[in-house]
């Protein structure tokens, strides 16, 4: 079976392309609507010449595939909201001191900051003009006030700031994350500064949160742990924000982490039992319709309550379409199942496609329904139980196959023991699940008994244990691992070779095989080609001054850092995973730095420096020192200033506007980010 051979997967991936390149170079919406008519009316062409035709020609097919193309081009577009002319964007202005009269309803509560509670907020009015699209807002955390709720309408007088880029190479981009989600800007406030507003209108985000929120209500008085709460939030109304980062950690470093995301697994599970609870329904005159109809409206309520995001939308959509062809008793293919629902959820929602939930769970899917026949065949046991526990390992198995790479490149790391928190846990989720939509039915209904919710707390924590205890044995975790994009392509290649080969070996098979291999090689070539070129860093870390060089492929790292500030860095990590290095080595912060021909002064709080007969290109002024920049720039002539996250912010402001008025090129960190010289 050729994958390639069905329609629809041939037509999703012209859709994928399609909205790749409308992320990447965005065509404006009219001409794009333009050339999508005009394409569609070419195909309607072809389509009634090829009626006539005898021998069928290809046309007909190459301009349905370019329509595709141009689909995902305009899908993308139309739910930009940014495109069209209420955007709020089109009205606003982003200087520091303006502020606007600002209604907006809360669209989704996320988790809050160390000093801020986070919101997606929907931007409803600009002072009297009614405007659309989202934004982020950030509320100074204050102990003695609720914090705001989803669909509640609150109006403040606000300004609007733009994102920010990370000001460290090869950080988390935050910004690039939230324009995946359509949110350009944010707000930062005070919770005196709002005035809530009462509104009888209510979306279907807030009604589940409603639900969510009394269904923690009726748990409430059986006194869970807190992680425990947190836990069953996670697994059945598939809400993260109350986790600790401790357990958080546990579940990632023990290779279990898809466990506390609602996706294909919880689905399949809740299908499964859904399934035999509205079984009698079928014994009634067009039984097999109700029972259809009630199953897919119970998992698009279950995607509802679970916050609709990439991973759930997309096992339920897959799933609908399973449940909708067992009860019509249509067989289906697994990949055109696939292909269908990626095609109808990047329809509705185009930027899933880079959302990491939604790219982990199909690969790990589609690396099931590949690889799994092949390893589940290499033994079959006859007992039953150790058949269960040798299928749960080989699927776990094909699972890693598919997402490895993609792990790597996103995360850096690998849990050796994946496959033990797997086999011990999976086998029991479907338990653990059902066991706690009865908790919850039960709870809601004032009928749980206490002993059966501290049995089920029990079990929740006894999960979190073991999971706890596996991602201790940190000999089995490897982390900081270098992975490229150029890494990921070309090892997905060798995966799909090995699988080609694995089922039929033919010496095609094993040519492509041999040639995905040294594909790989040519990676780790050009890769060690691309580290070649040497740059010293001044990275930005607040309070403090952090420079690194980076010669040969070998970082020599200088700091001024207190002793527990360097366990809690990030900074020198991210560059070093980011750039492949694996040498790392300590020094002392210096007064002058030479970089071949270039040479660079460091003006610390004492404010000394010598210079005789030196005249540096650069000049870094680190931890406020006193001076007379004017008198510094007339003496020594330097073509740059730079200043980094350990100066004041007045004495950063003065030296700005005096480096503005005389012209020179002044570099903040904290607003540029980190400052690098290649040399």
């Known amino acids: 079976m050729k994958l390639f051979n069905f329609t629809i997967i041939k037509l999703t991936c012209f859709l994928i392309i399609g909205i790749i390149v409308s ?41 349905a595939y370019i329509l595709m193309i141009f689909v995902g081009i305009l899908t993308t577009s ?78 403040g007088n606000m300004g609007f700031q733009n994102l920010i880029h990370p000001l460290n190479p090869h950080q988390f981009d935050y910004k690039k994350y939230l324009e995946k989600k359509y949110i350009y800007h944010q707000i930062f406030t005070k919770n005196e500064s709002l005035l809530k507003v009462n509104d009888d209108t209510h979306t279907l985000f807030g009604l589940a949160d409603n639900i969510r929120e009394h269904i923690n209500l009726k748990l409430k008085p059986y006194h869970f742990k807190p992680d425990e709460l947190a836990i069953i939030n996670a697994l059945l109304l598939g809400q993260r924000q109350d986790i600790s980062e401790e357990v958080y950690n546990s579940y990632t470093n023990a290779g279990a982490i898809h466990i506390l995301a609602v996706s294909g697994l919880h689905v399949g599970i809740i299908l499964l039992i859904l399934t035999l609870v509205f079984k009698p329904i079928e014994r009634l005159k067009h039984g097999i319709l109700i029972k259809t109809i ?16 990439a991973s759930v939308t997309r096992a339920v959509t897959m799933f609908s379409i ?51 026949p ?23 198995v094909s699972a890693q196959f598919g997402i490895i790479p993609i792990s790597l490149f996103y995360f850096h790391q690998f849990p050796g023991l994946f496959f033990i928190s797997n086999i011990v846990i999976i086998p029991f989720l479907g338990f653990i ?106 990275f930005h870390k607040s309070r403090y001054s952090l420079i690194g060089s980076n010669t040969n492929n070998s970082l020599l790292v200088a700091h001024d850092f207190d002793s527990l500030t360097p366990s809690k860095n990030k900074i020198i990590k991210d560059y070093t995973v980011g750039n492949h290095i694996k040498t790392i080595k300590k020094d002392t912060l210096k007064s002058i730095y030479i970089l071949n021909n270039k040479k660079l002064l460091v003006i610390d709080s004492l404010g000394i420096y010598n210079i005789k007969s030196f005249e540096p290109e650069y000049v870094l002024l680190r931890q406020s020192p006193k001076i007379n920049l004017n008198r510094l720039i007339d003496s020594i002539k330097p073509k740059y200033v730079i200043a980094d996250g350990s100066n004041y912010k007045s004495y950063i402001k003065q030296w700005e506007a005096i480096c503005l008025k005389r012209k020179l090129p002044f570099h903040q960190t904290s607003k540029k980010g980190a400052f690098i010289i290649k040399y």
């Open 23 to 63: 992320y990447l170079y965005p065509i404006p919406i009219h001409l794009n609507l333009y050339i999508t008519v005009a394409l569609l009316v070419i195909l309607f062409v072809f389509f009634l010449i090829a009626r006539k035709q005898f021998i069928k020609t290809v046309w007909f097919g190459v301009s």
């Open 374 to 396: 092949i390893l589940y065949n290499l033994w079959r046991p006859k007992n039953w139980l150790l058949d269960k526990y040798w299928h749960t390992l080989t699927i776990t």
């Open 294 to 309: 009630l199953l897919v409206t119970c998992l698009w309520s279950f995607a509802l309550i679970a916050g609709l995001s």
């Open 78 to 155: 139309f739910h930009n909201q940014k495109n069209f002319s209420n955007h709020y964007s089109k009205l606003v202005s982003l200087e520091k001191d303006t502020a606007e009269t600002i209604t907006f309803r809360i669209r989704e509560v996320l988790k809050p900051g160390n000093y801020y509670d986070k919101y997606v907020i929907d931007v409803l009015k600009i002072n009297d003009e009614t405007v659309s699209g989202k934004s982020l807002l950030n509320i100074q955390k204050d102990s003695s006030l609720s914090a705001l709720k989803v669909d509640e309408i609150v109006i």
């Open 433 to 538: 699940l059902g066991l706690g939509i009865l908790v919850i039915l039960l709870a809601v209904t004032n009928l749980l008994p206490s002993f059966f919710a501290k049995i089920y707390g029990l079990i929740i924590s006894g999960m979190n244990s073991f999971v706890g205890w596996i991602s201790k044995q940190e000999a089995f975790l490897f982390k900081d691992i270098a992975f490229s994009l150029l890494y990921v392509l070309a090892s997905y290649l060798a995966i799909i070779a090995l699988v080609k080969y694995s089922k039929k070996r033919s010496v095609t098979n094993l040519k492509l095989l041999l040639i995905s291999v040294l594909i790989i090689q040519c990676t780790f070539i050009y890769t060690d080609y691309k580290k070649s070129s040497n740059e010293f860093i001044v």
């Open 322 to 372: 399973v449940a909708i062809a067992m009860n019509l008793k249509r067989p289906s293919n697994i990949y055109n199942t696939l292909a269908i629902s990626m095609l109808v959820i990047l329809l509705f929602k185009p930027l899933f496609l880079f959302d990491v939930g939604f790219q982990l769970s199909y690969l790990a899917v589609f690396a099931i329904v590949a690889i799994d």
